[in-house]
């Protein structure tokens, strides 16, 4: 019997048109978008549909269009009577999952996260800090260069996608000095994200602590099914404080690897990543074949890649 578990993406997955081939098709998909934008009182539909990308691109922008996108398309997946017990997403797509278990309710969540996009844009003041994703070195020797470069400035692992592809962020000089290091020592590839700030470091304390407060009064349910943490890489349990690890996910790493090791562990043997683009799907592809795990990855976004999904599972 197919053991499912449905992941959502992260910021940085936008584009132009994201969610609305499908959105245009069916009217659940559809009223997931009108719902945003009746509680946003702004047109989600529109920015998607429209964009232009410097606008999209935006923090405050990419959380709340990804995130209601992303539940979009979960509606159509759902309306075909598909399900799973086991969820969980990355960075921002931890959102996504806790809505899909129960936590938050859409109408709070598409809020929470647009304030979550300011506090983490404004952690940091604009063109202080960088992201740099490393391709190609081992963790080992990427926790030993981002040692070495720190010297100029905090720079730290900030995202573990899978085996090989890690990230680094922190202050501009430090993280240049990580990517020279890197090439030096043999990276395949050093890659400027397009984003506004060093997210996941300790340098977005402060925005935890804002998005903590922010949480005190937002309603939460417990979890009805299991939810990964990214800072735990392990299922929230019934002893956790959600808020607290929430405030946590802003500033520690992504530990995006181990997430998809626990749901391997668990006998997982389809992951379905719900959501614009697909590089959750090569993250899950990557880590389970470097266990020689039999898993079967797809990702839902548009006409063809559910027309993949739904061939797959006929």
Same mark, same amino acid.
């Given at each position: 019997?197919?053991?499912?578990?449905?992941?959502?993406?992260?910021?940085?997955?936008?584009?132009?048109?994201?969610?609305?081939?499908?959105?245009?098709?069916?009217?659940?998909?559809?009223?997931?978008?009108? &719902?945003?934008?009746? $509680?946003?009182?702004?047109?989600?539909?529109?920015?998607?549909?429209?964009?232009?990308?410097?606008?999209?691109?935006?923090?405050?922008?990419?959380?709340?269009?990804?995130?209601?996108?992303?539940?979009?398309?979960?509606?159509?997946?759902?309306?075909? =009577?598909?399900?799973?017990?086991?969820?969980?997403?990355?960075?921002? =797509?931890?959102?996504?999952?806790?809505?899909?278990?129960?936590?938050?309710? @859409?109408?709070?969540?598409?809020?929470?996260?647009?304030?979550?996009?300011?506090?983490?844009?404004?952690? *940091?003041?604009?063109?202080?800090?960088?992201?740099?994703?490393?391709?190609?070195?081992?963790?080992?020797?990427?926790?030993?260069?981002?040692?070495? !470069?720190? *010297?100029?400035?905090?720079?730290?692992?900030?995202?573990?996608?899978?085996?090989?592809?890690?990230?680094?962020?922190? /202050? +501009?000089?430090?993280?240049?000095? !990580?990517?020279?290091?890197?090439?030096?020592?043999?990276?395949?590839?050093?890659?400027?994200?397009?984003?506004?700030?060093?997210?996941?470091?300790?340098?977005?304390?402060?925005?935890?602590?804002?998005?903590?407060?922010?949480?005190?009064?937002?309603?939460?349910?417990?979890?009805?099914?299991?939810?990964?943490?990214?800072?735990?890489?392990? /299922? @929230?349990?019934?002893?956790?404080?959600?808020? &607290?690890?929430?405030?946590?996910? *802003?500033?520690?790493?992504?530990?995006?690897?181990?997430?998809?090791?626990?749901?391997?562990?668990?006998?997982?043997?389809?992951?379905?990543? $719900?959501?614009?683009?697909?590089?959750?799907?090569?993250?899950?592809?990557?880590?389970?074949?470097?266990?020689?795990?039999?898993?079967?990855?797809? +990702?839902?976004?548009?006409?063809?890649?559910?027309?993949? @999904?739904?061939?797959?599972?006929?």
């Amino acid at each position: 019997m197919t053991k499912f578990a449905f992941v959502f993406p992260g910021q940085g997955t936008h584009y132009v048109g994201m969610g609305l081939e499908l959105a245009d098709r069916y009217r659940v998909a559809d009223a997931v978008f009108e &719902q945003a934008n009746e $509680i946003m009182h702004m047109d989600i539909r529109r920015l998607c549909r429209d964009g232009p990308e410097s606008e999209l691109v935006k923090t405050e922008n990419a959380q709340p269009t990804i995130h209601t996108a992303s539940l979009a398309l979960l509606k159509v997946i759902e309306s075909y =009577g598909f399900g799973a017990d086991i969820c969980g997403g990355f960075s921002l =797509g931890e959102y996504a999952a806790l809505v899909y278990a129960g936590v938050f309710r @859409f109408e709070d969540s598409v809020k929470l996260v647009q304030q979550r996009g300011l506090f983490m844009q404004n952690a *940091v003041p604009q063109g202080l800090g960088k992201m740099c994703w490393i391709t190609g070195l081992d963790r080992p020797t990427v926790q030993q260069i981002v040692a070495e !470069a720190a *010297v100029l400035g905090l720079v730290e692992c900030s995202n573990f996608n899978c085996p090989n592809q890690i990230i680094v962020a922190g /202050y +501009n000089a430090a993280v240049e000095r !990580a990517a020279a290091l890197a090439r030096e020592r043999g990276a395949s590839a050093t890659t400027f994200l397009n984003v506004s700030g060093p997210f996941h470091t300790s340098l977005l304390q402060g925005a935890g602590q804002q998005l903590f407060e922010l949480l005190r009064n937002v309603p939460m349910g417990k979890p009805n099914k299991k939810v990964l943490s990214n800072v735990t890489a392990q /299922y @929230f349990t019934e002893h956790d404080d959600i808020r &607290q690890l929430l405030k946590e996910h *802003v500033y520690k790493p992504v530990r995006w690897e181990e997430c998809v090791n626990t749901l391997l562990d668990d006998g997982v043997d389809t992951l379905v990543e $719900i959501g614009p683009k697909h590089l959750l799907t090569t993250y899950n592809q990557n880590t389970a074949a470097s266990r020689g795990a039999q898993v079967r990855c797809f +990702n839902v976004e548009n006409v063809q890649t559910l027309e993949n @999904f739904l061939r797959a599972m006929a």
